[in-house]
């Protein structure tokens, strides 16, 4: 039975997709439907009508999530495919100069980062080096460099598990290291971003330092997921607490503790999701062995119920 036909879809809902394509570690089996809405308004009139016994899960970038070798046995959302626009709102919206800047969820951080550049605006410069989705990168308060995404973000929208629409400011997210205070439930479909002209000389400059500084510390010749843990909130970083536990080049099958970075696990080619799970269980409890510090994963595990 197909639990869709009710809606009225703009786009078909396709069965038994594989989604290992679509993540950054080349993981995971398939998902039971996939969806590919189009704006924020086909989402909230799915949600309003959601049927309760069917799981649901957003999909942006496919970075910062394993999703377990069974797959979803429910229905998945990809923003990337219908929710990709980027485009500048007037600038007299905004004061000091600024630019305002809307990025639907689905659009690439790295797409964010060049469209500024390319309009010689600064301020995504360090999101040209990490891997997802705005939507994602919403979710988590992504961050590197020194800079997170709340700090240019000015209001979001979102939709909550009703089907209710919402935009709000920044301060209304609870925003903090790698973390959003709004309910995972909710939906994060688009935003706006304050940026400032500046010369796009220097511009390009500070990314080229930036992607620079990540090809020579990450693995970037492997799938991973990015960083697999937060840093402590005070001692030492993940990396080092990992290292000093003996995990750098730890593998479980073809799931390996990076030698280049021992906070990138990767995918040396045919990896499971069983394997690198297994991976990240024994390392967070051989640092809680050495070091007595439980290290909080930045990953989402999908699938695993």
């Not at 990450?218 to 697999?228: D, E």
């Not at 990138?264 to 809680?288: H, K, P, S, W």
Request: aromatic share 6%.
């Amino acid at each position: 039975m197909d639990p869709f036909a009710p809606f009225a879809l703009t786009l078909p809902v396709r069965r038994d997709v594989p989604l290992k394509p679509r993540t950054t570690w080349r993981i995971g089996g398939p998902a039971r439907w996939l969806i590919t809405p189009v704006d924020g308004a086909e989402i909230a009139g799915l949600l309003a009508a959601w049927p309760e016994n069917l799981p649901r899960v957003i999909l942006g970038g496919g970075s910062n999530l394993l999703i377990s070798d069974k797959g979803v046995h429910g229905a998945v959302m990809d923003l990337t495919q219908g929710m990709n626009r980027i485009y500048t709102i007037t600038e007299s919206l905004i004061a000091d100069s600024a630019c305002l800047v809307h990025a639907d969820a689905g659009a690439t951080t790295q797409a964010l980062a060049h469209f500024a550049r390319r309009l010689g605006l600064t301020g995504a410069e360090f999101l040209a080096g990490i891997p997802g989705s705005v939507g994602g990168a919403l979710r988590m308060n992504a961050g590197a460099h020194g800079g997170a995404i709340r700090d240019l973000l000015v209001e979001a929208d979102l939709i909550d598990p009703a089907g209710g629409i919402h935009c709000l400011p920044e301060a209304a997210l609870g925003m903090g290291y790698r973390h959003c205070g709004i309910d995972a439930a909710w939906i994060f479909t688009g935003a706006r971003f304050r940026f400032r002209p500046d010369d796009p000389a220097r511009i390009r400059e500070r990314m080229r330092a930036f992607n620079q500084r990540r090809r020579r510390s990450q693995p970037l010749a492997w799938p991973s997921a990015g960083s697999v843990f937060k840093n402590p909130l005070s001692g030492p970083l993940a990396w080092e607490l990992l290292d000093r536990a003996g995990l750098r080049g730890m593998r479980v099958g073809d799931a390996q503790v990076s030698e280049m970075h021992c906070n990138f696990f990767i995918n040396l080619g045919q990896a499971t999701a069983r394997e690198m799970r297994e991976l990240i269980d024994r390392a967070q409890q051989t640092v809680a062995d050495h070091a007595g510090i439980l290290l909080e994963p930045e990953i989402k595990f999908v699938g695993w119920e």
